[in-house]
């Protein structure tokens, strides 16, 4: 196990393609103690994870996922310039990457499904849930494993949300495919700070990059 956190939070990518192999029950219960650790707004703890090994459940919702990407992002994605500080070259690994997780995502081993039980489900109630999604993140990438978040099946939410077997009023924010990597974890790749911190006022250079 990874416990510098700083390494930690450099080396989380997306990892994509993984293997099928099963991830132990142990380390699920690691990653989730790591979600409920995070802030959440009153600390009133509305958010609810759903653990999902069942090859049917994740076929299912997989539909969704394959076809938000085939039908609209991707194509959407392969039109459109690189992302910032990468080279199309960079830009079309990724484009293959989550191509691969598209094509492959019901068989991950496992998901969590990070998910908020009532309430008005704005920008708001996403601040409460998306910190639990990182840290989640980040105790994957320390125990080994990879995962990325994904939100693309929203496209089609309520179709997902009903293979999810969700209950009236409470809503998934994402799904994390998670299993053992084929590939390395490696830095992420972003742009300066640079370029992208203000100081005192909105353009002002920042003094300290
Ligand atoms: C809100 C959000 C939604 C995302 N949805 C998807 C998704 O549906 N599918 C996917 O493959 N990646 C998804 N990603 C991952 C991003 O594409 C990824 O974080 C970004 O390209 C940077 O790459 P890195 O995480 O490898 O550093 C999402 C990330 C965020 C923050």
Not at 18 to 45: C, F, H, W, Y
Not at 158 to 181: F, N, V
């Amino acid at each position: 196990m990874n416990t510098d956190l700083f390494e930690i939070i450099r080396t989380t990518r997306s990892m994509r393609r993984l293997k099928p192999d099963p991830v132990p029950p142990a380390l699920i219960r690691q990653i989730l103690e790591a979600g409920t650790s995070a802030p959440n707004g009153g600390n009133m703890q509305t958010w609810r994870f759903l653990v999902i090994r069942d090859p049917a459940i994740k076929a299912a919702v997989a539909q969704s996922y394959r076809r938000a990407w085939h039908e609209i992002v991707g194509p959407r994605y392969r039109s459109s310039a690189p992302a910032p500080g990468s080279s199309r070259e960079q830009f079309e690994r990724m484009l293959a990457a989550a191509e691969h997780l598209a094509d492959h995502l019901h068989e991950a081993p496992v998901w969590i499904v990070p998910c908020l039980e009532g309430g008005i489900h704005t920008r708001t109630s996403g601040s409460s849930i998306y910190p639990a999604v990182q840290n989640m993140l980040l105790a994957a990438r320390a125990l080994g494993l990879g995962a990325t978040l994904t939100t693309l099946y929203l496209l089609f939410e309520k179709e997902a949300e009903a293979a999810l077997g969700l209950p009236d009023g409470t809503h998934s924010y994402a799904i994390l495919p998670i299993g053992y990597p084929l590939g390395k974890f490696g830095p992420v790749g972003r742009t300066a700070l640079e370029d992208v911190v203000f100081s005192d006022r909105w353009g002002e250079k920042w003094p300290e990059a």
